[in-house]
């Protein structure tokens, strides 16, 4: 019988791993922004096909930039905020 073991501790080991850590440096932004854009989609109660009307794009074109595979310029954040009722800003935070 195999033994399930705990998310945390698993995090935990990748957290520890230089490599895991490197990538997780380097997408995290990226992640971070897809987030915030499926976020507002859903806090607004629309669909991907909906926001992709109001943006006049495809529906595949959203679910990239929600899943952070595609890069948006800055014109393109701006009409997905829009298009969700909301309104794009840009925000430097300290280094931890």
Request: proline share 4%.
């Amino acid at each position: 019988m195999s033994k399930t073991i705990p998310f945390g501790e698993i995090a935990e080991a990748w957290k520890r791993d230089a490599s895991f850590r490197a990538e997780y440096e380097r997408i995290g932004p990226a992640m971070e922004l897809a987030f915030a854009l499926a976020e507002a989609r859903r806090d607004a109660g629309l669909t991907q096909a909906k926001v992709s009307r109001l943006m006049r794009t495809s529906q595949a074109a959203v679910a990239r930039l929600e899943s952070g595979r595609a890069k948006p310029t800055w014109e393109t954040i701006e009409r997905f905020a829009r298009a969700v009722g909301r309104r794009a800003v840009v925000k430097l935070e300290p280094v931890e």
